[in-house]
């Protein structure tokens, strides 16, 4: 169940309208689709280590995270949605959440949300929210944990 601290939290930004399909269309569909994040389109903004980022027209910048030899890979959108969810994602986890299709984690606090995959996806796929005074990240990650 979403918790009381994040309810409050709801608020729509228009420099964020993006950036939730964005990272939906690009991170997490491929990764529920046990695919790589969706990056033949964008120009490369940087590389360092195991991080590739793209530049996205929609504004913020999209990250792939390689994995290392020790380490899970991720992809992850950064935006300028200060303080609170944008009406997307806040569909998409009341959605998933009714049905049970991912849960959300102990980990979840007022700043960071996490919900895992449910009972469908081996290993299982972490989704995070975070927003921060001055934006957010939406990012997914590949677990070591079973379903």
Not at 15 to 25: I, K, L, T
Not at 65 to 80: I, L, Q, S, T
Request: glycine residues 10%.
């Amino acid at each position: 169940m979403i918790k009381a601290a994040a309810l409050l939290l709801l608020t729509a930004s228009p420099g964020s309208a993006g950036a939730w399909q964005a990272f939906e269309a690009r991170c997490l569909m491929p990764f529920e689709a046990f695919g790589p994040p969706v990056v033949g389109d964008l120009a490369q903004r940087a590389q360092a280590g195991y991080e590739t980022s793209y530049d996205l027209p929609e504004g913020g910048v999209l990250v792939v995270e390689a994995a290392p030899e020790d380490g899970h890979a991720a992809c992850r959108v950064h935006h300028d949605r200060a303080q609170g969810e944008d009406a997307g994602f806040e569909a998409w986890m009341t959605g998933v959440t009714a049905i049970e299709r991912y849960i959300e984690t102990d980990a979840s606090n007022a700043g960071l949300l996490e919900l895992h995959s449910n009972l469908w996806a081996e290993p299982v796929i972490a989704v995070q929210a975070q927003w921060t005074a001055t934006g957010g990240i939406y990012r997914v990650i590949e677990t070591e944990l079973e379903a």
